[in-house]
């Protein structure tokens, strides 16, 4: 299998007042394309920092990352070009309306207009939110604004989706709909999926492989019943209390880093 990400000795420091920071410490690894990999840790990890440096929004200390054969730090265009994202935050306009938001998007990506209409209108469809394409998301639930991320993160037929915590705060009805949209698009489209949770058996029922991170390190990876032989437990859950201790973490606070990639992606010229 050819690896659509690949991460080597992955390394990011934050300096302030106080001193440095070490926040991913010579993290490997890699992810298979057509794969569905998690990406597991308890919050302040350091989940949230490798996604930012994998999508261009950070770069590394040191280390190398390679997005679908690019290079982050040298060529982010045609890395952004590669994966689409949905953010933990929610990120999308509440004055617009579903059709509007998809096609702000599709604008930004440089979808061509010949072909983002019927892309639209097969997306809509597929997260079944067809007949509210008029609607403003201001009225729209969080479980269909969830799924109309991802279908604004699929519109320029990414290589990559990468998925922040995507089910988080949705009934379990929505959240087995909208990991059903996914694997179907995984398995029609080919489209590699990446992924955080914390909810352990999404990680165990979808993923191919899981890695796990915790204060900065990558202290384990392979599939979930590989951990649970590791660490001898029943569920993948008690594993990951096992690898990663059992104390309450802080939780890290929101961004805005929608905003951000929007922005690098308006000046990178796809208008």
Avoid: C
């Avoid at 993290?27 to 794969?35: D, K």
């Avoid at 604008?107 to 983002?116: E, F, N, Q, R, S």
């Avoid at 915590?165 to 029609?188: F, I, M």
Wanted: proline share 3%.
């Amino acid at each position: 299998m050819t690896n659509i990400i690949e991460v080597q000795n992955l390394t990011k420091k934050f300096g302030s007042a106080e001193g440095e920071f070490t926040a991913v410490k010579d993290v490997s690894f890699s992810v298979g394309e057509g794969e569905i990999f998690a990406f597991l840790g308890p919050n302040g990890a350091g989940k949230s920092t490798t996604i930012k440096m994998l999508t261009t929004l950070l770069h590394q200390t040191s280390g190398t990352i390679l997005i679908n054969g690019s290079d982050p730090r040298k060529d982010s265009d045609a890395v952004r070009r590669s994966f689409g994202i949905v953010f933990q935050d929610p990120s999308l306009d509440d004055d617009l309306t579903a059709l509007e938001n998809l096609q702000l998007h599709g604008m930004l990506y440089g979808v061509p207009p010949a072909t983002l209409a019927a892309r639209i209108e097969e997306l809509l469809a597929l997260v079944e939110l067809s007949g509210r394409r008029n609607d403003f998301i201001r009225d729209f639930s969080g479980g269909m604004k969830r799924r109309l991320e991802i279908a604004r993160g699929l519109l320029h037929h990414p290589k990559i989706i990468f998925l922040d915590e995507p089910t988080l705060g949705l009934d379990p009805q929505t959240r087995n709909h909208l990991w059903s949209y996914v694997q179907k698009l995984n398995a029609d489209e080919g489209i590699t999926v990446f992924f955080t949770t914390h909810y352990m058996e999404e990680a165990d029922r979808v993923a191919k492989r899981i890695a796990i991170i915790d204060h900065g390190t990558l202290i384990a990876q392979g599939t979930g019943g590989e951990l649970k032989a590791q660490t001898g437990t029943a569920t993948l859950e008690d594993a990951f209390l096992k690898l990663t201790g059992s104390e309450i973490r802080e939780e890290a606070g929101s961004s805005a880093d929608h905003l951000r990639l929007r922005g690098q992606l308006w000046h990178g010229g796809r208008r």
